[in-house]
């Protein structure tokens, strides 16, 4: 079952009205259906991917000391270079976040400057999203765009995997797991191994030219009142190469309260399906995770751990 693939070519240009809701229409339900779709025509050039994913690739290859040294001067987030030593084997990240001038060691002054400008075309492009879903759930105008109003918690994370184990014919490289924010953008090189759970099964998102993934996170899960789906992927390692991945997080505020809007859960007479919850609860979890692979994991909430038992729901 392939994901839908939905054309943003006329969010580009002066369409016609026709034009812009066929639009709305399609991503919103690919986010309705999948929680998972390809977008082509999405603004980012080739020029600034193929070159982006060039002076990463030379960053991974680095020896580690200097890696190492790759830190911000300050932010709340774990930014900079980091390493997995744990069940995902040694896969290794780049996290930039704003400002990303705030790095007192980086690689180059080019390799700042390209992140730097990929990250504003996916800030960019989360907002495209976040209206055309505004649109397609019948919310206020702006109303997304309002409520998720700061941009601070954006993050962007260069990732490298590293190659199975030549005796192994399989390696999970990441764990099946529901990403917590609102959407994510994932730019794929064409190593594959990227899965989403449908309906209990497992269905492979090959690497298609041109276009970027994109999935719904569990904070619109959490506000549709489960009328979206964060579905849950996983990663398997490549077989001989690297697999090189850029995945832009379109976050939310830590202290802004999560719960089910009143128009997919008191208006129309459904039970809210979670209790509300500040979003730093989740992502403070999942940072944990990721800096300690180790970590135990009842230590890591998703969105199971706020949703109200049926029982509970009904009273």
Not at 39 to 53: F, K, P, Q, V
Request: a negative charge; one cysteine or more; charged letters at 25%.
């Amino acid at each position: 079952m392939e994901i839908p693939v939905v054309d943003l070519a006329s969010m580009f240009k002066h369409s016609n009205e026709a034009d812009r809701r066929k639009v709305v229409k399609d991503f919103g339900e690919a986010c309705l259906n999948f929680g998972f779709l390809q977008i082509i025509n999405h603004g980012l050039s080739d020029e600034l991917i193929n070159r982006s994913r060039e002076l990463t690739k030379q960053f991974f290859d680095r020896p580690i000391d200097e890696k190492l040294e790759c830190k911000p001067v300050s932010t709340i987030l774990p930014a900079g270079y980091g390493k997995m030593n744990g069940s995902f084997g040694c896969n290794e990240w780049l996290m930039v976040c704003q400002p990303i001038l705030g790095f007192n060691v980086f690689p180059s002054c080019v390799v700042r400057e390209r992140l730097e400008e990929i990250f504003l075309h996916f800030q960019k492009l989360g907002a495209m999203v976040e209206n055309l879903v505004n649109d397609y759930l019948g919310l206020p105008p702006n109303f997304l765009k309002e409520f998720n109003d700061d941009r601070s918690k954006d993050v962007l994370m260069c990732w490298r995997y590293p190659p199975v184990a030549a005796d192994d014919l399989n390696e999970i490289g990441r764990e099946a797991h529901q990403d917590t924010n609102c959407f994510t953008f994932l730019l794929q090189d064409d190593a594959g191994g990227l899965e989403y759970e449908k309906d209990g099964f497992w269905i492979p998102v090959p690497p298609v030219a041109g276009s970027l993934v994109v999935n719904v996170g569990s904070t619109i899960q959490a506000l549709t009142n489960k009328k979206m789906v964060a579905p849950h992927h996983r990663v398997w390692k490549p077989k001989g190469r690297n697999r090189h991945s850029f995945a832009f997080f379109y976050n939310i505020g830590g202290e802004k309260w999560i719960q089910p809007l009143p128009k997919f859960a008191d208006e129309i007479g459904e039970a809210p399906k979670y209790k509300g919850f500040f979003y730093k609860e989740l992502l403070q979890a999942r940072l944990k995770k990721e800096r300690n692979p180790l970590t135990l994991r009842e230590e890591v909430l998703d969105l199971d751990h706020f949703a109200i038992p049926v029982e509970d729901s009904n009273c």
